[in-house]
């Protein structure tokens, strides 16, 4: 199975974007790469994210509910990389 993050992002910035096409030009990759791993995650999940149309992308209701969730999700992954790092500059043990 594909990287369960590297997902998330891809939603996550599909979502704040607003389309495939801006995504991928973020990620460097090509419009359908992103599509695919858009089907790939709603294939995981068991439902459909996006309502697509030829000229938008609106989240379906089960969409602005994953969205809440991943959003959350990779701001915890965020903060614990940022926190080990803080940790990884500061001195710590007995000085």
Not at 26 to 41: C, G, H, M, Y
Not at 50 to 63: N, S, V, W
């Amino acid at each position: 199975m594909s990287d369960i993050l590297l997902l998330f992002r891809t939603f996550v910035r599909t979502v704040e974007a607003g389309s495939f096409t801006a995504v991928a030009r973020d990620f460097n990759a090509s419009q359908p790469t992103i599509s695919r791993q858009i089907a790939v995650l709603e294939e995981h999940l068991g439902c459909i994210l996006f309502h697509r149309t030829t000229r938008a992308l609106a989240l379906t209701e089960d969409g602005r509910t994953f969205y809440d969730h991943a959003r959350r999700t990779l701001d915890a992954v965020a903060e614990a990389e940022s926190a080990v790092g803080r940790r990884k500059t500061k001195p710590f043990g007995q000085l």
